[in-house]
């Protein structure tokens, strides 16, 4: 996998969820900054096994 997409939509209870389009990956925060923490996170504990997994990540809102 080359590149992995999320898509960011405001979270219904404050804050933002985050999905994956190409995996079965999901995160939320209440900020833009801990969001991308939580994918960094979520991306490496989904390909945990997998050392080559895509470091690209794009963030569309």
Do not use: P, W
Request: a negative charge.
């Amino acid at each position: 996998m080359s590149e992995i997409i999320f898509l960011v939509e405001d979270d219904e209870d404050g804050g933002f969820i985050a999905k994956a389009l190409s995996a079965s990956i999901y995160t939320q925060a209440d900020t833009i900054e801990e969001l991308r923490v939580n994918i960094k996170d979520a991306v490496s504990c989904h390909f945990e096994n997998n050392t080559n997994h895509s470091k690209l990540v794009h963030l569309y809102f």
